[in-house]
């Protein structure tokens, strides 16, 4: 009886061990998957042959969809490195030579035609001597902008912007609503108009994507609005990134120095004070880093 | 019998899956040296579970047995440095961000691994025999979340024996390459320096590391510089030159005309502007010639007649 007893308890102990791992561990692995679309990839060059010297080179290629005749930009450890023009297909390929061979934080994003932004993808790579890296489908996902900062519930929302063409977008306002669905045109572009009669007086932020075939792009989330009693255009302010101190649209060097200048100083402008606590310190910090564009 | 149930059970709950955010450590080649002989500590992080962002430690080390000597940033994943690696009597502080986050080195060889990456090698010189030890104290890290949000770090001390003095290996560094080319941007906020300009600038060395930065505006000598500089010709007329300088002595100088592309986007008004009043010059030139010809043959016609 008591044999039993122990036996259950056990059982108990491995139970919480599988229920911890399926579903604390699980997420971790869902992320890994949100990125198998992107595959990594390396080749050796062949050891020179005869007396023929061959400089060694390190190669970096990065290859995807982005939006038709859109910007590509590419930054090394945080700063402007490369750029490249998608094509009308909105398809990329780069390929970077001048690189040593060291680790380094690539990070890419793309510009639609109407200097909308994805989110930045970044990847923390080794690069080897004689070794060509290919990073190969990447698929940006749809760029967001909303016509409405606030709106009039009962009004009609345009959510619009760009992606690959005749990509179909998936528009998800909130987790327990349905998602709708919009083909992109030609050149990419898409819009939605959202009717706001079901929704409640809150702030929604749109989550997006888009299918070609039983491939999808990554999520994007943006154009955050709020249903209430009247209606408000949306308009870009300089408080639209909060880490973005000098108002240029970017969150790059400049917005570092200015947060540095005011480390362990104590008159410090509101506005650099990014995390809301006492002091410019490393939190704050963290978050403009969460915000860098390049 | 009920409470050793119990005890294994909240172990199990809150001990066992306990999941840190990062950790970090040290790694050495070895960790048996002479007197004399150099100690190299690679300082890793890892953070396969969460993305962070930014981090801070102090590196105690035992000061009557090591002699800190220097640190190396050339393949670090700290970028930008906020407080560069600082010697206070036997402790190192440092902090740094880590833009773009970081969960892990990518071998393309493995890319399904990710591997620690080096926040920076830190040198050490044995001084005297004995048992010591690394550790890291007030760690922090901070997730990628964009509200500064603290993660769980755990944190690992490295010991190590000094033994008999020996020979040591001359350890030379090889760096022929100069820092990489770089970015220096010329701007002004009321945030900072009154509005006043300033260059923002910062450099990356794969070989050993940048130890320091120098500008020249105009004909101007050559001034030790951080970033942000505060310029000293605020008419901007000057061409600005930042120099970055690795550990080995090896330098790459960035040269920026202070003209942005807003200031050249009013040139090309004002070049408009010139041309459209050299056009109008040209077609009211024409017009008086055309009526000073018209008059000369009037009058040629009535000398004529």
């Given at each position: 009886m008591v044999e039993k007893r122990k036996f259950s308890f056990f059982r108990l102990i491995l139970g919480i061990w599988i229920f911890t791992g399926f579903f604390v561990l699980t997420p971790f692995s869902a992320k890994a998957q949100l990125s198998d679309l992107v595959s990594i990839s390396a080749t050796a060059l062949p050891p020179p042959r005869g007396s023929v010297i061959l400089i060694p080179s390190t190669v970096l290629s990065f290859s995807g969809r982005a939006y038709p005749e859109g910007r590509?930009?590419?930054?090394?450890?945080?700063?402007?490195?490369?750029?490249?023009?998608?094509?009308?297909?909105?398809?990329?390929?780069?390929?970077?030579?001048?690189?040593?061979?060291?680790?380094?934080?690539?990070?890419?994003?793309?510009?639609?035609?109407?200097?909308?932004?994805?989110?930045?993808?970044?990847?923390?790579?080794?690069?080897?001597?004689?070794?060509?890296?290919?990073?190969?489908?990447?698929?940006?996902?749809?760029?967001?902008?909303?016509?409405?900062?606030?709106?009039?519930?009962?009004?009609?929302?345009?959510i619009f912007g760009q992606t690959v063409p005749f990509g179909l977008v998936t528009?998800?306002?909130?987790?327990?609503?349905?998602?709708?669905?919009?083909?992109?045109?030609?050149?990419?572009?898409?819009?939605?108009?959202?009717?706001?009669i079901e929704l409640d007086f809150k702030t929604y932020v749109p989550i997006l994507k888009t299918t070609v075939g039983?491939?999808?792009?990554?999520?994007?989330?943006?154009?955050?609005?709020?249903?209430?009693?009247?209606?408000?255009?949306?308009?870009?302010?300089?408080?639209s990134i909060p880490a973005d101190l000098n108002c240029d649209g970017r969150v790059n060097l400049i917005d570092f120095s200015i947060l540095l200048f005011w480390?362990?100083?104590?008159?410090?402008?509101?506005?650099?004070?990014?995390?809301?606590?006492?002091?410019?310190?490393?939190?704050?910090?963290s978050v403009m880093i969460y915000y860098w564009s390049g | 019998?009920?409470?050793?149930?119990?005890?294994?059970?909240?172990?199990?709950?809150?001990?066992?899956?306990?999941?840190?955010?990062?950790?970090?450590?040290?790694?050495?080649?070895?960790?048996?040296?002479?007197?004399?002989?150099?100690?190299?500590?690679?300082?890793?992080?890892?953070?396969?579970?969460?993305?962070?962002n930014a981090l801070e430690a102090d590196i105690i080390f035992p000061d009557e047995l090591v002699k800190f000597v220097d640190f190396y940033d050339n393949n670090s994943i700290a970028i930008p440095w906020w407080e560069r690696p600082a010697l206070n009597e036997n402790v190192i502080h440092f902090s740094t961000g880590i833009v773009g986050g970081f969960d892990g080195l990518i071998d393309p060889f493995e890319p399904e691994k990710k591997k620690a990456g080096t926040v920076a090698n830190f040198v050490f010189r044995a001084k005297n025999e004995g048992v010591g030890?690394?550790?890291?104290?007030?760690?922090?890290?901070?997730?990628?979340?964009?509200?500064g949000t603290l993660g769980e770090l755990s944190t690992a001390p490295l010991s190590f024996i000094i033994?008999?003095?020996?020979?040591?290996?001359?350890?030379?560094?090889?760096?022929?390459?100069?820092?990489?080319?770089?970015?220096?941007?010329?701007?002004?906020?009321?945030?900072?320096?009154?509005?006043?300009?300033?260059?923002?600038?910062?450099?990356?060395?794969?070989?050993?590391?940048?130890?320091?930065?120098?500008?020249?505006?105009?004909?101007?000598l050559w001034l030790p510089a951080e970033s942000p500089y505060l310029l000293r010709n605020q008419k901007l007329t000057s061409v600005i030159k930042v120099k970055a300088v690795d550990k080995a002595g090896n330098e790459r100088v960035m040269t920026v005309s202070p003209l942005t592309s807003k200031d050249l986007s009013?040139?090309?008004?004002?070049?408009?502007?010139?041309?459209?009043?050299?056009?109008?010059?040209?077609?009211?030139?024409?017009?008086?010639?055309?009526?000073y010809n018209v008059n000369v043959y009037e009058q040629h016609t009535r000398s004529k007649k």
């Open positions: 590509i930009v590419i930054l090394k450890n945080g700063q402007f490195f490369a750029e490249t023009k998608a094509n009308r297909k909105a398809d990329f390929s780069v390929s970077l030579t001048t690189l040593e061979p060291n680790n380094y934080k690539f990070s890419i994003y793309g510009e639609d035609n109407f200097q909308r932004r994805s989110p930045t993808f970044n990847f923390d790579l080794i690069l080897k001597r004689s070794v060509t890296t290919t990073i190969s489908g990447i698929f940006l996902p749809p760029t967001i902008e909303v016509d409405k900062r606030e709106i009039l519930k009962g009004e009609k929302l345009r528009i998800v306002i909130d987790p327990t609503l349905p998602s709708y669905k919009v083909s992109a045109d030609t050149n990419g572009i898409y819009q939605y108009f959202l009717d706001t039983v491939v999808e792009s990554p999520e994007n989330s943006g154009g955050d609005f709020i249903v209430g009693q009247k209606t408000r255009s949306a308009i870009k302010t300089c408080e480390h362990k100083k104590t008159n410090f402008p509101a506005r650099v004070n990014l995390d809301g606590y006492n002091g410019i310190s490393l939190a704050d910090l | 019998m009920r409470k050793i149930k119990i005890i294994t059970l909240i172990l199990v709950l809150f001990g066992g899956l306990r999941i840190y955010a990062a950790d970090m450590y040290f790694a050495t080649p070895k960790t048996s040296y002479g007197v004399n002989e150099e100690i190299q500590v690679a300082l890793r992080i890892s953070s396969p579970n969460e993305k962070i030890s690394f550790e890291i104290e007030n760690g922090a890290v901070y997730l990628h979340d964009g509200k033994g008999p003095a020996i020979t040591p290996a001359e350890y030379k560094l090889l760096d022929d390459r100069p820092p990489e080319p770089f970015e220096v941007l010329i701007d002004h906020s009321e945030l900072i320096f009154d509005n006043q300009y300033f260059a923002a600038f910062q450099a990356e060395d794969s070989g050993s590391g940048i130890a320091f930065y120098k500008i020249k505006e105009g004909g101007g009013y040139l090309w008004y004002v070049l408009a502007g010139l041309l459209l009043i050299f056009l109008v010059h040209l077609l009211l030139d024409h017009r008086r010639k055309t009526v």
